[in-house]
């Protein structure tokens, strides 16, 4: 082999030698950032007061209802605009199960879920076919009539006073650090698990009736049914938020779930770019409950700067790099 050969040969190995130490290179960094800002989280109530410990409690609950809309605009490739009734079912569950069974909300966080899927199915069974618009206005029309249905049952749902939540999860904890923790290791969990359902052939199946329900069907994968069940899985999901915002606000009544509180997680749906992981969940959750605190004292200019701000996050969100948008939907996550 001529001398001048090996010059050539060496520096062509060099880039594939050196693509996968800079794969693993990132795939350190990016598996550690994760893990970085929960342990911030973790040790956060020990350095914030009570307010921010609550508020950031209200706010982790908040995430997750969130995810539960991200992931049927995902997944479903549906709008909702009445999960507030979702969040309703699994808040109720658990104040009725301490009310009347004297259960916690860690005993009935489990039925709160079994109640949000059912009423998911129940919803999406006779609205199967619908899409779009359509669809939009058919949970509106839930979030519309929640109140009243409420207000109608007042001996079982406590009328306006409402129900409240009383018990500990953790018997002999501080309170405080209960109504932050719980809500964060719920979020972390879901999050998980939604990391992990990504990955499964039901997950590549979804998204192949969004992309094509012809080619879906042709595999035996019917858009009707497969809807039933995004729908129930987001209802679970919402009612596991419900169950965690009631022990972290000790109260539920019908002023907390109306039109604009299925209006709001929309919001927040868009803020994170609808997305599935931690950092975008949180930044949607930060949005829905720092910012109506924000401008509680800015009077008649409070809708102006809210859609001020609303567009300003999606619009700065839009600006960053693609690959740092990517890391905050949740693409490669």
Avoid at 40 to 61: E, K, Q
Avoid at 74 to 80: D, I, L
Avoid at 206 to 227: D, K, P, Q, V, Y
Avoid at 284 to 297: D, E, Q, S
Wanted: charged share 10%; with cysteine.
């Amino acid at each position: 082999m001529p001398v001048s050969s090996l010059p050539l040969t060496t520096a062509a190995a060099q880039p594939v030698a050196a693509q996968p130490a800079a794969a693993g290179a990132r795939r350190p960094l990016s598996a550690v950032l994760p893990a970085l800002g929960l342990g911030v989280l973790l040790v956060l109530p020990l350095l914030a007061g009570g307010y921010w410990t609550f508020t950031l409690g209200l706010c982790f609950a908040n995430a997750i209802a969130i995810l539960s809309v991200s992931f049927l605009v995902r997944y479903g490739g549906e709008v909702s605009i009445g999960h507030g009734v979702f969040v309703a079912a699994g808040a109720y569950t658990v104040a009725l199960m301490e009310k009347y069974l004297g259960l916690s909300v860690l005993a009935a966080l489990p039925l709160a879920a079994v109640a949000g899927a059912l009423l998911g199915a129940a919803f999406a069974f006779p609205s199967r076919h619908l899409s779009g618009i359509y669809l939009a206005v058919a949970t509106m029309a839930l979030a519309l009539s929640l109140p009243e249905v409420l207000l109608h049952f007042s001996t079982l749902s406590g009328g306006y006073e409402g129900l409240y939540v009383k018990l500990d999860a953790v018997p002999g904890a501080a309170k405080s650090l209960q109504r932050y923790y719980l809500p964060l290791l719920g979020l972390a969990a879901v999050v998980l698990l939604l990391k992990n359902f990504r990955r499964s052939r039901q997950a590549m199946a979804l998204l192949l009736i969004r992309t094509s329900a012809h080619a879906a069907e042709s595999f035996g994968i019917r858009r009707s049914w497969a809807r039933l069940w995004c729908m129930a899985l987001s209802g679970a999901i919402a009612a596991i938020a419900g169950a965690l915002l009631s022990f972290s606000s000790s109260t539920v009544s019908p002023n907390s779930f109306t039109l604009w509180t299925s209006i709001f997680l929309l919001v927040g749906s868009v803020v994170s770019l609808y997305s599935l992981s931690l950092v975008g969940s949180l930044v949607g959750g930060l949005f829905l409950t720092l910012m109506p605190l924000l401008l509680a004292g800015a009077g008649n200019w409070v809708p102006i700067l809210y859609g001020a701000a609303l567009l300003a996050v999606v619009l700065g969100v839009n600006a960053l790099p693609p690959h740092v948008r990517a890391r905050l939907e949740g693409g490669r996550t």
